[in-house]
């Protein structure tokens, strides 16, 4: 499975930008995408998940700012990101697992919130 994410940048605080993640390759029907971040000096965490049912779970620091959608017939995940802080500047890594556990990364976009 490759992985290829897409809509990072530069925002001011306040501001919004949707990323996007395509998945290629060998696909299963069941499986899970989502994002996760790494900031300069800090561990990668968890974002948001969603499910190829429609389930999804966030992290608390992004509840009610962020949303993870997904079209599975474009293999394809996104997160909205709204109301953005500067503490949400990171890394941006978009990941796959299949059915059998198998995880998958793509490359990593950079969002910066700055003034």
């Known amino acids: 499975v490759q992985l290829q994410a897409y809509g990072g940048g530069l925002v001011q605080p306040g501001g919004s930008l949707r990323l996007s993640c395509v998945a290629s390759g060998s696909i299963s029907s069941m499986n899970v995408m989502g994002w996760y971040r790494q900031a300069p000096g800090k561990q990668r965490e968890l974002v948001a998940v969603i499910s190829s049912g429609g389930e999804s779970n966030y992290a608390d620091s992004v509840k009610g700012r962020f949303t993870i959608s997904r079209d599975n017939a474009k293999n394809t995940v996104y997160l909205q990101m709204n109301s953005l802080k500067p503490e949400d500047t990171a890394v941006y890594y978009c990941?796959?697992?299949?059915?059998?556990?198998?995880?998958?990364w793509g490359q990593g976009t950079q969002v910066t919130v700055s003034s």
């Open positions: 990941k796959h697992r299949n059915f059998a556990g198998t995880a998958y």
